[in-house]
């Protein structure tokens, strides 16, 4: 006997398959959520020595104490409470590989925050931190591992967090999804600063003039007056230099006049100023 079901009867089963699909995906969400907010303050240091000094607890958390406090650039900062910030430390992954990676819980996001900016310092000594995800993250990060690589070669420096493949573009850190990283452009540079033009030779005194000095116009020469004249000290210089000169031939007129006459009339001397007419200083017939 053959039962065929009725339109209304598919159309029920089909709505209760979607309402408990919803359901699943809604817990599942929820399931996700949650293991999120767990591991939200856990780090995973990768790169820690699996020798048997680091075998106890005690002693591996002695160790990644040690190597974040060492990494502190500098006192008094938040950093250096960090080892009094971790609440546990365990070996994840398999023994045997040399390198284990070491799961590191803190009491607070801003300690794990704190940590995350050591990452330059540890990466010295071959540490490196990364976020503990959940399979779902880890899943969605192992299928960006071409995007992460396409970044690079661009000239970016891409990063994962929280499961999310980020990079900095222009200041601004920016999430590139599953195939985006072939459409993203290259950083543009800064234009470099050409160099100046060198400028002209230093210009020195023309040739043949070395030593000869240049007085810029409307200034006065040195021993002259702002109105042109002569300084007062050379006025009085040149009319003693007059009166010595005038002197000097009144007596030379005077020694001809009496080698020229009989002797007995003396001539008066003339006037040694500069008025005096030139008839003055003839000898008289």
């Not at 609440?87 to 045997?96: F, M, Q, T």
């Not at 929280?162 to 999804?177: A, H, I, M, P, S």
């Not at 020694?255 to 030139?278: F, I, K």
């Amino acid at each position: 006997m053959v039962v065929i079901a009725s339109p209304g009867s598919i159309a029920r089963e089909t709505a209760v398959k979607d309402g408990l699909q919803q359901q699943v995906n809604a817990e599942g969400s929820n399931l996700e959520h949650l293991s999120q907010r767990i591991r939200a303050n856990n780090i995973v240091l990768h790169g820690v020595p699996d020798i048997a000094a680091h075998s106890r607890p005690a002693d591996l958390t002695r160790y990644v104490s040690n190597k974040l406090d060492s990494a502190t650039p500098r006192r008094g900062s938040p950093s250096q409470a960090l080892s009094q910030s971790i609440r546990a430390v365990s070996h994840i992954g398999r023994p045997g590989s040399g390198k284990r990676a070491v799961l590191v819980e803190f009491s607070t996001h801003t300690a794990k925050h704190e940590a995350f900016k050591l990452s330059p310092h540890l990466r010295c000594s071959g540490l490196h931190l990364a976020d503990e995800l959940t399979p779902k993250q880890l899943k969605a990060q192992k299928g960006l591992e071409a995007d992460f690589s396409a970044l690079k070669l661009k000239g970016f420096r891409p990063f994962y967090r929280r499961g999310e493949l980020k990079y900095r573009d222009q200041g601004v850190n920016r999430t590139c999804k599953r195939g985006e990283a072939i459409r993203v452009s290259a950083p543009i540079s800064p234009p470099r600063a050409s160099p100046a033009p060198p400028g002209p030779p230093p210009r020195g005194p023309a040739p043949g003039r070395q030593g000869v000095r240049t007085l810029s116009p409307g200034r006065p020469s040195p021993g002259s007056t702002a109105g042109g004249g002569p300084a007062p000290g050379q006025r009085t210089a040149a009319a003693s230099t007059s009166a010595a000169i005038a002197a000097a031939n009144a007596a030379t007129a005077a020694a001809a006049n009496a080698m020229a006459g009989d002797g007995d009339t003396e001539m008066p001397a003339p006037s040694s100023g500069p008025g005096a007419s030139p008839s003055a200083l003839a000898p008289s017939q």
